[in-house]
């Protein structure tokens, strides 16, 4: 089991101690927090289970180009997230989608005149992209704008949150590497010295991790009590492909609008991926299912599931051929339902905290907004 460990040298021991803070999970919500931190001479470390960042803000990489197989696009409501979109415009682009339409269960247009709405982004060249353009500087010290005392750590999964046992009034972070099946009892190493720790993570693994913490009748148990009232549905999502409809000679596949939403009992969402600025033009689409039938069949096989909403897709769209890709990706945690009411949730006395875009609803903004507000909280002393 490794340590890590920051002593500090006497020249800096006169020196005011710079907060020292975990955030768990790099997608907006943490990435927002931690940066915030961070460029308030926080010292920060980020611990992401997964290779990448963006959490729901994913892009899946395919031989027939890119699927954004998470959130679809993102509004701009709030002025901080529109100030703070200004900082990443070489990577956000708008995207008219043709207008997005509505569809009856059979695929006809149920709006065909779509009111004024407000403008639909996306990053580009996937959807993952504003999320990792925001976290480079914390994981590249080489990086220009890249902070002091910031640091991520990718594939790494929290297993565990304990008080420090040297400085009881502190916190150490248990990990393990997430690329193998370790557990609580094969963490492989510590994280110490945290005056504060932050879950920026789906709220049933901040619960789950809580509990496994023992910290949900503890110093967490504000925190555990506000999540169980929080509710967030599963979304399965199909990615299909037909790049032989890209050949000269060969007629506009399918549909003349580029996304919409469906009242079909299996699908909420379709989107050509090649209408979105800065992608390939291979024909692709990126179909989810609706919460309630994703729910009903949230453990089916993934071969099944991938049937059912390919049979779908040909019903809304009038799209038959064969597709040369196709493949279904569960999340478990998609769109909330029940949402927190408050921007986040934290134990003040305890230096423990959450945030995520459940805590306000399901839109990116959302997560912005929450892991904004609990970074400056915590920089409050509130």
């Known amino acids: 089991m490794t340590t890590t460990h920051n002593p500090t040298s006497p020249e800096q021991s006169a020196a005011p101690r710079a907060l020292r803070v975990a955030v768990v999970g790099a997608g907006m919500a943490g990435i927002t927090c931690a940066r915030t931190l961070a460029q308030a001479g926080c010292a920060v470390t980020v611990f992401e289970k997964s290779r990448g960042f963006g959490g729901r803000m994913a892009t899946r990489h395919t031989e027939f180009g890119n699927f954004d197989h998470g959130a679809q696009y993102f509004t ?55 999320v990792r353009h925001w976290a480079e500087p914390l994981a590249d010290s080489r990086h220009p704008q890249a902070p002091q005392n910031a640091s991520i750590q990718l594939n790494t999964r929290v297993v565990r949150i304990a008080r420090d046992p040297i400085h009881t009034d502190r916190w150490q972070l248990h990990t393990a590497d997430a690329t193998t099946d370790a557990t609580t009892e094969g963490a492989q190493g510590i994280a110490d010295n945290f005056d504060q720790v932050l879950l920026a993570i789906p709220h049933p693994q901040a619960l789950e991790l809580l509990r496994t913490s023992g910290l949900d009748q503890g110093a967490g148990q504000a925190i555990a009590q506000a999540l169980q009232g929080v509710t967030v549905a599963p979304c399965w999502t199909l990615m299909i492909a037909f790049p032989n409809a890209a050949q000269p000679g060969l007629p506009y596949l399918g549909p003349q609008w580029n996304a919409a939403r ?26 989810q299912a609706s919460p309630a039938w994703s729910t009903q069949h949230l453990n089916d096989d993934p071969q099944r599931i991938t049937a059912k909403l390919c049979k779908a897709f040909s019903e809304v769209t009038g799209i038959h051929a064969e597709p040369s890709y196709a493949v279904a990706h569960r999340w478990l945690y998609a769109q909330t339902q029940t ?23 399901h839109r990116v903004e959302d997560a912005f907004i929450s892991g904004l507000e609990l970074a400056q909280a915590v920089l409050a002393g509130r």
Not at 95 to 110: C, F, K, M, T, Y
Not at 339 to 361: I, M, N, T, Y
């Open 76 to 130: 701009a409501r709030d002025d901080r997230f529109i100030q703070a979109l200004q900082t990443a415009s070489d990577v956000v682009v708008p995207w008219s989608a043709n207008s997005v339409r509505v569809l009856d269960e059979h695929g006809q247009v149920l709006d065909t005149t779509p009111p004024p709405r407000e403008a639909h982004y996306v990053a580009a060249p996937g959807m993952n992209a504003l």
């Open 262 to 287: 469906s009242t079909h009992h299996r699908i909420s969402w379709l989107a050509r991926e090649g209408s979105k600025p800065r992608r390939d033009h291979i024909e692709r689409w990126t179909v």
């Open 339 to 361: 949402p927190l009411g408050q921007s986040f949730v934290r134990a003040a006395d305890s230096g423990l905290g959450a945030c995520g875009d459940w805590c306000l609803g």
